[in-house]
């Protein structure tokens, strides 16, 4: 395996922690595609996961370093949605075909490209390819990967000061490694800061498409935590997370959304009031770091880790309840400052029960 190295904060701090989510639409889009010309270094183009621009969570946080990418350099950027039951094949010829135009570099947003990313970032070798949230061996591949455990563990303390019923729920949208970490930095962090508050966890479903793009599932889910008693809930489920939402202000109860800002998306709005935080999660700034690596002619590569110390993870505040709940802001700058200088080491796997 190649060295592993750590983005620079200079990196990411271009980016801005809170890149505020835009919303989208939910339907496919893929624009200034350069009609398969051929061209070389047309500029940036992304592959969305499941769920799609729109989701108002991990595609629209991506997107947000593409905008950025496209008014810095002026140069074009392609999007490509993804298909309902696609296959490994299909995730292939999507990357296939933007590297083929010339756009360079070219990302998959998720971990479900690993296998299609391996294939075709050999075939290519002056493209530089970049995953997000997958490890792909190749000297062309830049492993966008992210300290989720760091940030859920954050607003896994603002959930125990938060809670009056010492009771919160985790749902999450498939029960994998992944969204593990998620879970077993938000349980630790509520214990560690409140002890016997009770944690109930949900997974939604095996199939990603499902688990990930059904926020009636994640609605149902929520409004089960809420009826045992749960009075916060955090979501790791990506666009099913809507449902998660939606369900705890319907009982005004608090949420807790995830890799974007959700407190201060529009679609959101009606619901905004009881978003008490969002595990950040910088997707849009690893897009962006990449593409100005490619931009500088100094293209990333191997493992690039963003983890609380770059910024790449934290936890939103735009919420004003955030800072005005007793002990709440002071107990998470306290909880960043420890796993930032060591002193609290998160787990990435959730304890066996």
């Known amino acids: 395996m190649r060295r592993i190295s750590r983005v620079t904060r200079i990196a990411v701090a271009v980016t801005g922690l809170a890149l505020a989510a835009t919303a989208c639409g939910g ?101 530089t390819f970049g995953i997000v949230d997958s490890v792909v061996e190749g000297k062309n591949v830049a492993s966008l990967v992210f300290a989720e455990n760091e940030s859920s563990y954050l607003v896994g303390v603002a959930a125990a000061k938060a809670t009056k019923s010492n009771h919160v729920g985790f749902v999450g949208g498939v029960d994998n490694e992944l969204i593990n970490k998620f879970q077993a930095g938000f349980e630790q962090g509520v214990a560690d800061t409140k002890k016997g508050v009770k944690v109930d966890v949900q997974y939604l479903d095996d199939d990603p498409a499902k688990g990930f793009a059904s926020p009636d599932l994640g609605e149902a889910a ?53 978003i008490l935080t969002s595990a950040l999660k910088e ?31 934290g936890a939103a505040e735009s919420n004003p309840e955030f800072k005005t709940i007793p002990g709440l802001a002071d107990a998470v700058a306290k909880a960043k400052k420890g796993i930032v200088d060591g002193t609290i080491k998160v787990a990435t796997k959730p304890k066996k029960k």
């Open 27 to 127: 339907t496919s889009s893929e624009k200034n595609s350069g009609g398969g010309s051929g061209k070389k270094d047309l500029g940036l183009a992304i592959a969305y996961d499941v769920g799609g621009r729109g989701d108002q969570s991990f595609n629209d946080s991506a997107y947000e370093g593409v905008k950025k990418a496209e008014a810095e350099y002026g140069y074009k950027t392609a999007e490509a949605e993804p298909k309902d039951g696609e296959s490994d094949d299909d995730k292939a010829a999507r990357l296939a075909n933007l590297a083929k135009a010339g756009y360079n570099p070219v990302i998959g947003i998720g971990y479900a490209y690993g296998p299609a990313m391996k294939t075709v970032a050999a075939k290519y070798p002056k493209t």
């Open 222 to 274: 929520a409004d089960k935590q809420l009826e045992d008693g749960a009075d916060v809930i955090y979501h790791a489920a990506g666009l099913s997370g809507q449902g998660v939402i939606k369900a705890a202000a319907a009982k005004k109860k608090w949420v807790i959304g995830v890799d974007s800002d959700q407190y201060g998306q529009s679609t959101l709005a009606a619901y905004k009031k009881y």
């Open 283 to 313: 997707v849009g700034g690893s897009v962006y770091a990449l593409a100005k690596s490619v931009h500088d002619k100094k293209p990333l590569t191997g493992v690039q880790t963003f983890d609380l110390k770059v910024n790449g993870v």
